[in-house]
């Protein structure tokens, strides 16, 4: 007697509980690994970013590991050089601290005078509250500092860890292949490879896309600053224009150290208001033109979905969340299209179609039925 087994079909309500308690388990994996699962999602995106040039460098008859010490070496020196201009145009700030302290005195008395005389706040319980407030902040002075250095700290051990799991993607991509192929060996090989392909080509095109847009708007912001007479105009520019790594919401974060330095350093303090102008203009831009004609459909999510994943995975990781979270998500994207029973769940994060203009007469259905028929003909083939 043959005994077979039998899949359980389970009711409607078990099934949604049964996700529901699997998405759970997974988020709080993912939040209390975060130490462990950040560093290793930086370093794939890293190893993507790095795996043309070291392709190139074993074309040409260069040892694999050689290549990729090569590669990492490089990178690190242009991380290297990028941290020490930033540090050098911090530094450089040191000669305007004086200009900081005599400007930030002069708003201090005035809010301290129009309290007084519009709001009937003596100026003695003004300076026994900022007392308090003062006091407050120098006994948290020290916990701030800690904080601080440990931040420093973790910063610096991730960056190791990522060129360490870096390394090891790109040495053992073939062996990890291999491992794909023998977890998911009732499906075709082509099939991986097709997906893998694809994960590998969006987050290709996302990063070089990215590259490119932080390149335009850092231009473009530097300029806009340098119109308006703003000190620093390079630095300020650049460091907005890579906060597009925080979508819809990280070049506005951008234009508030300028502006506040410019209302500080600067007598007309409608510059400051300019400053922010050129910002959300910038913005503006690099939402509805720069971006998508740069980067295109290669990451296609819906604003919708995009909004939700930005907070999910902010919840979850922080602003390292913030900033994986769209890769991630196209990551994820590509392997819901690539599995039948996911499909629908990949389409509701993808971009929505535009709904077709009804077909008034027979002659303009049969004018659309050959394009169509194209149509139908490329997604089989895809499939």
């Known amino acids: 007697m043959n005994i077979r087994s039998r899949e359980i079909e389970l009711p409607s309500y078990a099934k949604l509980v049964c996700v529901l308690l699997s998405l759970v388990i997974i988020i709080y994996g993912l939040h209390e690994l975060q130490g462990l699962l950040i560093p ?41 050089a990028l941290f020490w201009g930033v540090s050098v145009q911090i530094s450089s700030f040191s000669e305007v601290i004086p200009q900081f302290v005599k400007r930030g005195s002069q708003y201090i008395d005035s809010i301290q005078t129009f309290a007084d005389e519009q709001l009937n706040i003596d100026r003695k319980r003004q300076v ?87 390149l335009i708007i850092g231009t473009l912001m530097t300029v806009g600053l340098l119109i308006l007479g703003v000190d620093y105009a390079v630095f300020f520019g650049f460091f907005g224009a890579c906060l597009v790594l925080i979508p819809y919401f990280g070049i506005s974060m951008g234009s508030l150290l300028p502006a506040a330095y410019t209302l500080v350093t600067q007598d007309n303090p409608l510059k400051a208001l300019g400053v922010i102008g050129v910002f959300l203009f910038v913005q503006t831009l690099e939402g509805n033109f720069i971006t998508p004609y740069i980067v295109g459909s290669k990451v296609s999510i819906n604003p919708l979905a995009a909004i939700v994943v930005l907070i999910l995975w902010e919840n979850v990781w922080g602003l390292p969340g913030l900033i994986l979270a769209l890769p991630m998500t196209a990551i994820i994207k590509v392997i819901f299209d690539s599995v039948e029973a996911l499909k629908p769940y990949g389409f509701v994060i993808g971009e929505a179609e535009k709904p077709r203009p009804p077909i008034k007469n027979l002659q303009e259905l049969a004018d659309q039925l050959p394009k169509r028929a194209k149509k139908v003909g490329k997604v089989e083939e895809k499939n």
């Open 40 to 80: 290793l999602v930086f370093a794939i995106l890293f190893s993507v970013l790095l795996f043309p040039l070291v392709q190139r460098l074993e074309n040409w008859g260069v040892p694999r590991i050689l290549a990729i010490v090569m590669c990492l070496l490089l990178a690190l020196g242009a991380l290297t």
């Open 128 to 214: 026994a509250e900022i007392k308090k407030y003062l006091n407050q902040a120098l006994a948290e002075g020290g916990t701030i500092l800690t904080t601080t250095l440990l931040a420093t700290t973790s910063i610096l051990t991730n960056l190791f860890l990522v060129l360490l799991f870096a390394f090891f993607f790109l040495l053992y991509r073939d062996f990890f292949r291999s491992f794909f192929y023998k977890v998911f060996d009732d499906t075709r090989r082509s099939k991986i490879d097709d997906v893998m392909s694809g994960i590998y080509e969006v987050v290709k095109d996302y990063l070089a896309g990215l590259v490119l847009v932080i």
